[in-house]
T-cell receptor
Framework: SQTIHQWPATLVQPVGSPLSLECTVE??????LYWYRQAAGRGLQLLFY??????ISSEVPQNLSASRPQDRQFILSSKKLLLSDSGFYLC?????????????FGPGTRLTVT | DAKTTQPPSMDCAEGRAANLPCNHS???????VYWYRQIHSQGPQYIIH???NNETNEMASLIITEDRKSSTLILPHATLRDTAVYYC??????????????FGQGTTLQVKP
């Protein structure tokens, strides 16, 4: 069966520090991968998605970047964190069989920028 | 993409059916209705989806009106663990390979003992 991992689970970082969040998927190959952010009390916002290795699409202009160095690895990064980067970051995957929109989400990383 | 409208919050008594409405009056013929839920501090969980026929799985039932302008997610016997934010999303399966989901504000369902 497929599983999705995210780490760390929680993170407290000072403003101006770098960020690296990692997401890995097991049990599937060539998935679509997604990064979402949920600010406190707000809805989910799609940040990036990737349909293959090295293919990244950005949904909103921001202080963050994403990379997909391997088929089942998706990394969210920042060179200098802002206070507004605080939030709950979720990674998700979707298989390419069929065209449905069933996405499967990881446990998330709660980031607090101080 | 068609926009959806959901009530911001609802209450339901434990053991009773929870009926969560969603309006999607601008839905087009090839757009599906998807439901996800997000339990506090967890990632969203896929529940069910449908095009025009009613659908049922082990988690819930989805009732879509004949004109497809609205739908209702039914949790037949709500438990305290069903307390969550429920999202209704409309997506066109012909939107390419991206599979992007656009989440709205959803309905916060509070199941009470």
């Amino acid at each position: 069966s497929q599983t999705i991992h995210q780490w760390p689970a929680t993170l407290v970082q000072p403003v101006g520090s770098p960020l690296s969040l990692e997401c890995t998927v097991e049990g599937t190959s060539n998935p679509n991968l997604y990064w979402y952010r949920q600010a406190a009390g707000r809805g989910l916002q799609l940040l990036f998605y990737s349909v293959g290795i090295g293919q990244i699409s950005s949904e909103v202009p921001q202080n963050l970047s994403a990379s997909r160095p391997q088929d089942r690895q998706f990394i969210l990064s920042s060179k200098k964190l802002l206070l507004s980067d605080s939030g709950f970051y979720l990674c998700a995957w979707r298989g390419k069989l069929g065209v449905s929109y069933e996405q499967y989400f990881g446990p998330g990383t709660r980031l607090t920028v101080t | 993409d068609a926009k959806t409208t959901q009530p911001p919050s609802m209450d339901c008594a434990e053991g009773r059916a929870a009926n969560l409405p969603c309006n999607h009056s601008t839905i087009s013929g090839n757009e599906y209705v998807y439901w996800y839920r997000q339990i506090h501090s967890q990632g969203p969980q896929y529940i069910i989806h449908g095009l025009k026929n009613n659908e049922t799985n082990e988690m819930a039932s989805l009732i879509i009106t004949e004109d497809r302008k609205s739908s209702t997610l039914i949790l037949p016997h709500a438990t305290l663990r069903d307390t969550a934010v429920y999202y209704c999303i409309v997506r066109d399966h012909g939107s390419g390979n991206t599979g992007k989901l656009i989440f709205g504000q959803g309905t916060t369902l509070q199941v009470k003992p």
